[in-house]
């Protein structure tokens, strides 16, 4: 128990620390409101439960092992956050128009689905390498050497993303009861231009990192 419970404290001091998933959440319930912001959460959830399906086989240790296919994956993932980081810089600068009758917060909802939210939560998540080599070298760690089978690293990678889905959901949830506020012009386009430029930057670290 208390293995489990050292498990519990370490991924809650990741999950709070902010990364790509999080400025993600946090862009895409600016875009979609609420229910983009939790479908954005439940992708990332999955895209974790993928990492730690492919812990438990053995198969991220392989990936982290080839440094072909561990950069393919790094440069794609880094591409992606510069990609939405673009995104949300033209937003800063270029806000698109909304029709007078309704309020930003609904022309920007229809902008991005909770289908297309929920594709970026994966896709921001399965695209940053350290997810990979963080999941091999954390797990492991808190199942002893007899136990640690492919049933019991998949148990810690699940809980880990449903705390990570949690924590994000939360997010969504005041950021969308804020929503009236945040989607003032001004302040809306400040904050597109801080989550372009924190995006950007991430996407750029993640590139250029070396492990």
């Not at 439940?42 to 092992?65: E, K």
């Not at 909304?98 to 399965?126: C, H, I, N, T, Y």
């Not at 695209?127 to 019991?152: H, I, R, Y």
Request: net charge positive; charged share 15%.
């Amino acid at each position: 128990m208390s293995t489990f419970l050292a498990f519990l404290g370490v991924s809650a001091v990741v999950i709070v620390t902010p990364g790509p998933d999080t400025a993600v959440t946090i862009r895409n319930t600016l875009l979609g409101g609420r229910a983009a912001g939790l479908s954005t959460a439940l992708g990332v959830a999955v895209g974790q439960t993928i990492w730690a399906v492919a812990t438990s086989a053995g198969i991220v240790a392989l990936l982290v092992a080839s440094e072909p296919l561990f950069t393919a994956v790094k440069y794609a993932g880094a591409a992606f956050l510069v990609f939405l980081g673009l995104q949300a810089l033209r937003e800063a600068i270029r806000p698109s128009a909304w029709p007078a009758a309704e309020r930003p917060g609904r022309g920007q909802a229809r902008r991005l689905g909770r289908r297309a939210a929920f594709a970026q939560g994966v896709v921001s998540d399965l695209g940053n390498p350290k997810m990979a080599v963080f999941f091999a070298s954390l797990l492991p760690q808190f199942v002893p050497a007899e136990g640690a089978t492919f049933g019991a690293l998949l148990l810690l990678g699940i809980v880990f993303a449903v705390m990570t889905l949690l924590w994000l959901a939360l997010y969504a949830a005041a950021i969308a009861k804020a929503g009236d506020v945040l989607h003032r012009p001004t302040i809306r386009r400040s904050i597109e231009a801080v989550a372009g430029t924190v995006l950007v930057g991430l996407g750029i670290r993640i590139a250029a990192d070396q492990r």
